[in-house]
C-alpha cells in the first residue's frame, strides 16, 4: 500500500511534534526511476534526500578512469554527502543514481535549515544518520586502501550469492566498482578462484562453486 508524505514522516518521527511542521509543509515525495542520476560531481547541493523504499548508489570517478562505489542509501536513510554539502553549503563531490526504482523524501535547504533548528527529533535524526553513514564511509575507505583484496572479492561473492551454490550475474568491472578495484585485479584474481574450482567464469556472470571455501578466505582478516 502507498504511503502518503504524512504517514511516513508520522512513521519516521512518531513523536509528531510541532517543530516538524515546516517538514510537513515544505517536504516532496518524488519516485526515481532505476538509471536516474540523482545528483552529479560539481552540483549544487539545494535538498536534503531520505530514502523512504529502494537504493541510491554513491559514487565517484577517479582521475584514471575507475569508478568507485562509495556506499549505498537504503531504506529510512539519509546520504551523508548530501547533508554534509547542505550544512557546508558546498557542491556534490560524487554521484548519486538511483539503483532500483526509489522512493525519497525531497526536502529544500531552507525548509532543512529550518526544520533543522526548530525540531529536537529531526535534528537527533539526521546527525545520528551523519554519524552512522560516515562510520560505514571511513570502513569504506579503509577496507579500499588496506583490505587483502581476495578476502574482499570472497566477501562480495558470498554476500551476492546468498552464501550459497549459484550464479551471480555481474561483470568485472562492476565487481570492480564495489571494491574500489581495477577491472583487471578482479579478473586475475577471479582466474585465480577458477583454478581452484571454487568459481565460474562466465559472460556477465560468476558461478560460486564452492562456497565453504570462499566463506573461509571471506573470514580471514585482512
Same mark, same amino acid.
Given at each position: 500500500?502507498?504511503?502518503t508524505?504524512?504517514e511516513?514522516?508520522?512513521?519516521?518521527?512518531?513523536?509528531? %511534534?510541532? #517543530?516538524? @511542521?515546516p517538514?510537513?509543509?515544505?517536504?516532496?515525495?518524488?519516485? /526515481?526511476?532505476?538509471g536516474?542520476?540523482?545528483?552529479r560531481?560539481?552540483?549544487?547541493?539545494?535538498?536534503?534526500?531520505?530514502?523512504?523504499?529502494?537504493?541510491?548508489?554513491?559514487?565517484? /570517478?577517479?582521475?584514471?578512469?575507475?569508478?568507485?562505489?562509495?556506499?549505498?542509501?537504503?531504506?529510512?536513510?539519509?546520504?551523508?554527502?548530501?547533508?554534509?554539502?547542505?550544512i $557546508?553549503? %558546498?557542491?556534490?563531490?560524487?554521484?548519486?543514481?538511483a539503483? %532500483? @526504482?526509489?522512493?525519497?523524501?525531497?526536502?529544500?535547504?531552507?525548509?532543512?535549515d529550518?526544520?533543522?533548528?526548530?525540531?529536537?527529533?529531526?535534528?537527533?535524526?539526521?546527525?545520528?544518520?551523519? #554519524?552512522?553513514?560516515?562510520?560505514? /564511509?571511513?570502513?569504506?575507505?579503509?577496507?579500499?586502501?588496506f583490505?587483502?583484496?581476495?578476502?574482499?572479492?570472497?566477501?562480495?561473492?558470498?554476500?551476492?550469492?546468498?552464501?550459497?551454490?549459484?550464479?551471480?550475474?555481474?561483470?568485472?568491472?562492476?565487481?570492480? $566498482?564495489?571494491?574500489?578495484?581495477?577491472? %583487471?585485479?578482479?579478473?586475475?584474481?577471479?582466474?585465480?578462484?577458477?583454478?581452484?574450482g571454487?568459481?565460474?567464469?562466465?559472460?556477465?556472470?560468476?558461478?560460486?562453486?564452492?562456497?565453504?571455501?570462499?566463506?573461509?578466505?571471506?573470514?580471514?582478516?585482512?
Amino acid at each position: 500500500m502507498t504511503q502518503t508524505t504524512d504517514e511516513i514522516l508520522e512513521r519516521l518521527f512518531p513523536t509528531a %511534534e510541532c #517543530g516538524l @511542521e515546516p517538514l510537513r509543509q515544505g517536504v516532496e515525495k518524488v519516485c /526515481l526511476p532505476a538509471g536516474q542520476v540523482v545528483f552529479r560531481r560539481g552540483d549544487p547541493c539545494r535538498n536534503y534526500l531520505l530514502v523512504v523504499q529502494g537504493s541510491v548508489r554513491v559514487q565517484v /570517478l577517479a582521475a584514471n578512469g575507475r569508478e568507485i562505489t562509495l556506499y549505498r542509501v537504503r531504506d529510512g536513510q539519509s546520504c551523508v554527502i548530501t547533508t554534509s554539502c547542505l550544512i $557546508s553549503v %558546498e557542491s556534490y563531490p560524487a554521484e548519486g543514481v538511483a539503483e %532500483e @526504482e526509489t522512493t525519497a523524501l525531497v526536502v529544500p535547504q531552507a525548509v532543512f535549515d529550518q526544520a533543522l533548528g526548530s525540531s529536537a527529533e529531526f535534528r537527533r535524526f539526521v546527525f545520528a544518520n551523519q #554519524g552512522q553513514r560516515l562510520g560505514d /564511509l571511513i570502513q569504506r575507505v579503509e577496507d579500499v586502501v588496506f583490505g587483502r583484496i581476495d578476502v574482499r572479492l570472497a566477501r562480495l561473492l558470498m554476500a551476492l550469492s546468498g552464501r550459497g551454490a549459484q550464479s551471480i550475474a555481474i561483470t568485472h568491472q562492476q565487481l570492480a $566498482s564495489e571494491l574500489g578495484s581495477a577491472r %583487471e585485479v578482479i579478473s586475475r584474481q577471479l582466474k585465480q578462484f577458477a583454478g581452484r574450482g571454487w568459481v565460474g567464469i562466465g559472460r556477465g556472470a560468476i558461478d560460486v562453486k564452492a562456497p565453504v571455501a570462499l566463506d573461509e578466505l571471506a573470514r580471514q582478516s585482512d
